[in-house]
C-alpha cells in the first residue's frame, strides 16, 4: 500500500504542530520533523465522535494535536462502559493493538473537537523501511510514552489501597 500524502496546505501546518504540541517530537529538528510529518495524515474529530471502537483493527496510531480524547473499555455489564483515561494535546493513544496487529481493547470518542495526526501501520512500514533511523526513534518514543502511562497506571492501582 503506497502513502498518501498529506495535502500541501496541511503539510506546514502538520509539521509546526508536531513539533509544537507533541513532547515525543520537541527535541527534533526541522528535517526529521519534516520528514516524520511525510507519513502522517491529519484527522478532525468532532466532540462525541468515535475515533475507533473497542474490537475493531488497531490499525494506526493517533497523536493527540488539539482536544482530548477519552478512553472507554466495554464492561460485563452490557452496553456499560468504564473511562480508563482522557487523553489531551501531546498524548500517544492507540499504541498498544498497534504494535501487536490486534484489535483495539477500547473505544475512543473525543470529549472536545480534537485533530490528530494519524499514522497507518503501513505508512509507519514505509517509514521503517525508507528511514530506518527515524523509525527506531519513533518507537523510541512511543514506548517511552506507554512505559509514562503504565508507571501512571500502577500509582492510581497502589493508591487505591
Known amino acids: 500500500m503506497s502513502r498518501v500524502a498529506v495535502p500541501e496546505k496541511?503539510?506546514?501546518e502538520l509539521a509546526t504542530l508536531l513539533q509544537e504540541k507533541m513532547p515525543l517530537f520537541s527535541?527534533?529538528?526541522t528535517e526529521?520533523?519534516?520528514l516524520l510529518?511525510?507519513?502522517f495524515s491529519l484527522r478532525k474529530v468532532t466532540v462525541g465522535e468515535e475515533l475507533w471502537h473497542e474490537g475493531e483493527p488497531g490499525e494506526?496510531?493517533?497523536f493527540v494535536?488539539?482536544?482530548?480524547m477519552q478512553l472507554k473499555k466495554d464492561t460485563e455489564f452490557g452496553g456499560k462502559q468504564v473511562v480508563v483515561g482522557v487523553?489531551?494535546?501531546g498524548s500517544v493513544i492507540g499504541e498498544l493493538s498497534f504494535s501487536r496487529s490486534d484489535v483495539r481493547v477500547v473505544t475512543a470518542a473525543a470529549l472536545e473537537d480534537c485533530q490528530l495526526a494519524i499514522l497507518t501501520r503501513s505508512r509507519f512500514d514505509d517509514l521503517v523501511k525508507n528511514h530506518p533511523a527515524m523509525g527506531v526513534l519513533l518507537l523510541?518514543?512511543?514506548?517511552?510514552?506507554?512505559?509514562?502511562?503504565?508507571?501512571?497506571?500502577?500509582e492510581r492501582l497502589a493508591s487505591i489501597f
Open 10 to 12: 496541511d503539510k506546514a
Open 87 to 89: 487523553f489531551s494535546t
Open 27 to 29: 527535541r527534533l529538528d
Open 60 to 62: 494506526y496510531l493517533a
Open 65 to 68: 494535536l488539539s482536544g482530548s
Open 140 to 154: 523510541e518514543r512511543v514506548l517511552q510514552a506507554a512505559c509514562k502511562r503504565l508507571e501512571k497506571s500502577y
Open 32 to 34: 526529521q520533523v519534516a
Open 37 to 39: 510529518q511525510s507519513y
